[in-house]
């Protein structure tokens, strides 16, 4: 069995050296989330600058647990922190988990989808979101086209709701 090596931590991630293989462990992903919001006709996107791709980026609220959250619970804090909406731990329906990039990261992240009021704004956003992005499906759709959109995150949560929330409604019907 060959060595685990830590070549680098932070209080974030650590770079492991297993082997021949490189990789990243972050800490707090066990429990991080992602969240797909919809208020009535628009889907709710952050507008965030990050310094890993030198650009804004527009994508769901997400980000790491914090000791002792569940990962409803982090999904519940991070769209309240990102967006100044506040929502029920009953209005989170589970879409499924990704794996970022795991030909380098080790976590994996669980995805949620919420409903909400315009009524659950109760304060601002954090000052690292530049604004808040209310799209329609059908700008989301050309965002995506026009590579307005490309966090891998919000890609997967749209298809994950396309395919899990869309379907059941179409079944509905």
Same mark, same amino acid.
Do not use: H
């Given at each position: 069995?060959?060595?685990k090596? &830590?070549?680098?931590?932070?209080?974030?991630?650590?770079v492991?050296?297993?082997?021949k293989?490189?990789?990243?462990?972050?800490?707090?992903?066990?429990n991080?989330?992602a969240?797909?919001?919809?208020?009535?006709n628009?889907?709710?996107f952050?507008?965030?600058?990050?310094?890993?791709i030198n650009s804004y980026?527009?994508? &769901?609220?997400?980000?790491?647990?914090?000791?002792?959250?569940?990962?409803e619970?982090?999904a519940?804090?991070?769209?309240?922190?990102?967006?100044?909406?506040?929502i029920?731990?009953?209005?989170l329906?589970y879409?499924?988990?990704v794996?970022p990039n795991n030909?380098?990261?080790s976590?994996k992240?669980?995805?949620?989808?919420?409903n909400?009021d #315009?009524?659950d704004k109760i #304060?601002?956003?954090l000052?690292?979101v530049?604004?808040?992005?209310?799209?329609?499906?059908?700008?989301?759709n050309?965002?995506i086209?026009?590579d307005?959109i490309?966090?891998?995150?919000?890609?997967?949560?749209?298809?994950?709701y396309?395919?899990?929330?869309?379907?059941?409604?179409?079944?509905?019907?």
């Amino acid at each position: 069995m060959n060595e685990k090596k &830590i070549c680098f931590q932070n209080k974030w991630f650590q770079v492991v050296k297993e082997g021949k293989y490189y990789f990243i462990e972050e800490f707090n992903v066990k429990n991080g989330a992602a969240v797909l919001l919809r208020e009535k006709n628009n889907f709710i996107f952050v507008k965030i600058f990050r310094k890993a791709i030198n650009s804004y980026s527009i994508e &769901i609220p997400r980000g790491y647990g914090e000791k002792g959250e569940t990962p409803e619970e982090t999904a519940i804090r991070e769209v309240y922190e990102e967006t100044g909406y506040k929502i029920k731990k009953e209005n989170l329906a589970y879409l499924g988990e990704v794996y970022p990039n795991n030909g380098l990261l080790s976590s994996k992240i669980k995805i949620f989808y919420a409903n909400i009021d #315009k009524t659950d704004k109760i #304060k601002k956003a954090l000052d690292e979101v530049e604004n808040i992005v209310k799209l329609k499906i059908n700008k989301i759709n050309e965002f995506i086209k026009n590579d307005l959109i490309k966090d891998a995150f919000t890609l997967s949560a749209l298809f994950l709701y396309e395919k899990k929330i869309q379907r059941k409604k179409d079944e509905m019907e």
